[in-house]
């Protein structure tokens, strides 16, 4: 009986020594990460007036980047990604002072691939600006060609960029990697057939009528 109250004492006695440790610990970590929650609300706010200032959603409308809704516009995207950024480099150094090694290891990844989705933001909103923009010169130099044909046309190569976009965006994320290369190999060959084939017949008559020409001048 008494081995069982000493041991059950000592027991005790451990754990309070444990928590008597830890309580210190923990208030530490807890104000250095709500320090760095008011530091990622403050720059979070300072990003969303720059852009507002910089009228970044309206020129993205202007050059057809497309829309989401309002919590998802890219101006949120890109400023909740600094928030979590500076909440991750805060969090960091509390998870360490928990003593949660494995926690700080995972951060530590997940910290290295935040710049990772920022690139692909940009890379969407710099790529969709872009097929704006061949849609409308293709819609500008088009000369002697049918408006319809114009369109179609400025609308293929629109389309042709988003797809590019995407499977661009999705490898800088490193979804799928081996699969979104697959995918762009027969992407590009899906175009180039289409196009030959398209070419090809819309040209017959030309073909034609210079094999002809050709033909006389020999004879």
């Known amino acids: 009986?008494?081995?069982?109250?000493?041991?059950?004492?000592?027991?005790?006695?451990?754990?309070?020594?444990?928590?008597?440790?830890?309580?210190?610990?923990?208030?530490?970590?807890?104000?250095?990460?709500?320090?760095?929650?008011?530091?990622?609300?403050?720059?979070?706010?300072?990003?969303?007036e720059l852009f507002k200032v910089l009228k970044v959603e309206s020129l993205l409308r202007k050059?057809?980047?497309?829309?989401?809704?309002?919590?998802?516009?890219?101006?949120?995207?890109?400023?909740?990604?600094?928030?979590?950024f500076v909440i991750i480099v805060f969090l960091i150094p509390t998870v360490d002072v928990w003593g949660l090694s494995r926690v700080v290891t995972v951060l530590n990844e997940f910290l290295l691939y935040l710049p990772n989705v920022f690139i692909a933001a940009i890379i969407a909103i710099v790529g969709f600006v872009f097929a704006k923009l061949s849609h409308d010169v293709i819609l500008a130099s088009a000369k002697g060609v049918s408006s319809e044909a114009s369109a179609a046309v400025a609308t293929v190569v629109k389309i042709a960029v988003q797809v590019f976009v995407v499977l661009a965006v999705l490898s800088q994320l490193g979804v799928a990697t081996d699969l979104i290369r697959i995918l762009f190999t027969g992407f590009v060959a899906m175009m180039a057939v289409a196009g030959g084939i398209a070419f090809g017949l819309g040209g017959q008559g030309q073909a034609k009528d210079a094999l002809e020409a050709l033909r006389n001048r020999l004879k």
């Open 1 to 48: 009986m008494t081995d069982i109250s000493s041991a059950l004492t000592l027991s005790l006695s451990n754990a309070l020594v444990a928590v008597t440790v830890f309580i210190p610990r923990f208030f530490a970590g807890a104000i250095v990460l709500l320090i760095g929650v008011l530091i990622a609300s403050i720059l979070k706010q300072a990003v969303l």
């Open 63 to 84: 050059y057809g980047v497309p829309e989401a809704k309002e919590e998802f516009t890219w101006t949120n995207i890109l400023a909740e990604i600094v928030r979590w």
